[in-house]
């Protein structure tokens, strides 16, 4: 065995092992062509932000939200092509993603805007006071 150099196979291109992070690991997905949205999501006074990534997509068409029992779903299909000189990519899927509103948030008012790429969705959780209450002993 001396002598003889062992070769290891090749590395994907960076393009290629992007694409395959960003439509996930084989076998992880129970559901075949579901893919996730990457999100951020924060609570500041007295409304609860959802900031989605979805590039290239239609928010008119390709875009459904909505929420059952404070379970906000986020529903988007893409179908994008990328032309280069030598390089032609399209990138499909279906993508979802559900969360779990805050306590109280009032789902049924909530908004949604598409701008470069990110969708924000806004939902009011109104403030409650847990202010502390004195409860008054009655002598019998």
Same mark, same amino acid.
């Given at each position: ?66 929420? *059952? ?64 209450? *004195? ?6």
């Amino acid at each position: 065995m001396s002598g003889m150099v062992e070769r290891l196979p090749a590395w994907p291109a960076l393009p290629e092992l992007f694409g395959w992070v960003e439509a996930g690991l084989p076998g992880v997905h129970t559901v075949p062509g579901l893919h996730g949205i990457r999100i951020e999501e924060h609570l500041a006074d007295g409304t609860y932000v959802l900031r989605a990534e979805l590039p290239g997509i239609d928010p008119s068409k390709d875009v459904e939200i909505s929420v *059952t029992d404070d379970v906000l779903t986020l529903r988007a299909e893409r179908n994008e092509e990328t032309t280069e000189k030598r390089h032609t990519e399209f990138r499909y899927g279906t993508f979802a993603r559900s969360v779990r509103l805050p306590a109280g948030a009032k789902g049924d008012e909530a908004t949604a805007e598409y701008k470069d790429g990110v969708l924000t969705i806004t939902v009011p959780v109104p403030q409650t006071k847990t202010g502390t209450r *004195t409860i008054p002993v009655r002598h019998v």
